[in-house]
């Protein structure tokens, strides 16, 4: 059998960024073989609608403990030495300085060619945790140290398999779409349908308002989409988890955004035609009943995974010595805006120095 020192399994942000933070070991790196385009950091290319949003500002308000912020300086001194170029607009959102996903891409891939690492395309199926050995479609490999960085359900995961989780025999959260369009109850009005519409988007429950942000909505056939629905739909995984699933409401304050607010009165002869016979309750909003998510294949980023309580600030399984996990495969979920990325490539740095010995 073929001995490994250190094996990734996903070669995604988490996983390829974790090997090249890894310092004077021997890394292997799995990832699911494909018949065209590798798929090693193919997400990448999609994220942020070609742009790839790979960092927030804000970002400090969800780092773990263990995260310390040293970590974000270290992460811009990486991309500053090696030639990485990047802005930040005015919300704190960074993106590759040309506007394009494929400048990261190839930013990480280049990158990756001078670490000499090697990838061996063919996907794991099992994890023998008691032997150190884990299983491809093709061979058996036994390994020293192993990293789970195999990502969610969403987006292009039509045969999601839970079978490497459920080998580690640990808890986890069965994935739910996490950000991700809404199913609503009432009927969306025909006239409405592919319309935009700026304005602040409320989640209320229980007749309070939970989670408010200023925005813009995309009405579907049969629901609401946008970058503040998503979050939404954040929100609400969150409610679910709490078995919290009645009378779940989303909002629209429709003559309010970006800091300015008329009434209808005073709109009345400039309203868009789409909104002319349209039911607008007290003069100001449309209100909507939660039914349910879109699925998987339209949602950016899954909600659940390995549960927290399993994980070491090592980012080692407690329970199981030698494995370690990160990225969207652990139950720690973000908003939109280059949360999610962004949190893969701090974790990234931080347990390649400890699989390096640092
Ligand atoms: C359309 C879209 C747009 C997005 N836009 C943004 C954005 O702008 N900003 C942002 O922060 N986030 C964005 N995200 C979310 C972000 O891309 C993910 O959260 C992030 O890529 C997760 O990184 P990861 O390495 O944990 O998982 P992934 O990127 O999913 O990587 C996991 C890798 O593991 C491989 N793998 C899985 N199982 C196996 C196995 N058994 N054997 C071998 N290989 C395996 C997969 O093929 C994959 O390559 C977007 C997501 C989508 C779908």
Known sequence: MKKLDIAIIGGGVAGIFTSLHIKNKEVTIFEKESKN?????????????????F???NIVKYLPRYLEKKYISKLFNYFDSNGFAYYINEEGYYYPFFNKSECFYSFLLNELDRTKYKI????????????KIIKSTKDNYSY??????????SYDRDNYSYDLITDLDIKYNKFTPGLVPIVVEEKIEKSLVDNKLKCIV?????????????????FKKD???????????????????????????????IFSHNNTSISLDKASNSLPSFLKGIKIIDKRYLEYTFKSFYDFKFSH????GIDISEISKQLELIKRKDIYVLGEVVDRNYPCGGYNIGMALLEGIYLGEILSGK
């Open 202 to 218: 409320e989640v209320i429950y229980d007749n309070k308002s939970i989670y408010k942000e200023d925005g813009e909505v995309i």
């Open 144 to 153: 020293n140290k192993l990293v789970l960085a195999t990502g969610g359900r």
């Open 301 to 304: 980023t899954s909600y659940g």
């Open 37 to 53: 385009k590798s798929n090693v950091l193919k997400r990448i290319l999609v994220s942020g609608n070609g742009r790839c949003n």
């Open 120 to 131: 061996i395309e063919e996907e794991i199926i099992h994890i023998d945790y008691k032997n």
């Open 55 to 57: 960092f927030n500002s």
């Open 223 to 253: 629901g609401l989409s946008g970058i503040c629905i998503f979050n939404s739909a954040f929100i609400i995984n969150s409610l679910l988890r709490e078995n919290k699933k009645e009378n779940i409401k989303i909002r629209l304050d």
